[in-house]
């Protein structure tokens, strides 16, 4: 027999996750693009990425808040918390990495070369040789397709995400109290 609670409670919870993952994404996806055409440059710079971590924490603690409040009684445990924050951050993950691959396959066409040959510039100014500068965008080049940074830009946003999350979730735990019986 299911547990219609349980399993209301879990879709509840997806919802939440799912919610407030399209909240984060397409505040990201606006704040890269403003900073995009200011600069001309895809590249997080200081106030990008303060302004990207303010809405990890923020978007994290109004999901879990929500999920506590409204689908817990109350209520939610440390685990809890921070599973809701983590299921948040793919999510937002997810959004951010069909951005990444819709902008740079059939967006500014030009953006991975001109990050190709910055690279190659700094590597002159290191004083590498040809060969290792060769090597080095050859295998940079590998990385630099819609795909794969795609692929690393959600990896690395649910691996980042660990530690905001924990953190929001020791803010918003409440547990519930324990029965005397």
């Not at 710079?45 to 409040?69: A, H, S, T």
């Not at 070369?113 to 295998?139: N, P």
């Not at 905001?164 to 918003?172: F, Q, T």
């Amino acid at each position: 027999m299911v547990n219609n609670n349980t399993s209301s409670s879990n879709v509840s919870a997806l919802r939440t996750a799912m919610k407030w993952g399209a909240i984060m994404g397409l505040t990201s996806i606006i704040i890269s693009m403003l900073f995009y055409f200011i600069t001309g440059k895809m590249e997080n710079n200081w106030p990008q990425m303060v302004l990207n971590l303010l809405l990890i924490f923020v978007g994290f603690y109004f999901g879990c808040k929500e999920q506590r409040d409204e689908l817990q009684n109350g209520f939610i445990s440390l685990g809890k918390s921070f599973g809701t924050g983590m299921l948040i951050s793919v999510f937002y993950g997810i959004i951010g990495a069909f951005f990444i691959y819709l902008f740079f396959k059939f967006g500014d066409s030009n953006l991975i070369e001109q990050t190709i040959e910055q690279a190659k510039e700094k590597m002159l100014d290191q004083g590498k040789s040809e060969e290792e500068i060769d090597m080095s965008i050859a295998m940079t080049r590998k990385f630099m397709t819609p795909g794969s940074m795609a692929f690393w830009g959600l990896f690395g946003t649910t691996l980042l995400s660990l530690i905001p999350s924990l953190i929001i979730a020791a803010i918003v735990k409440k547990e519930q109290p324990e029965s005397g019986f």
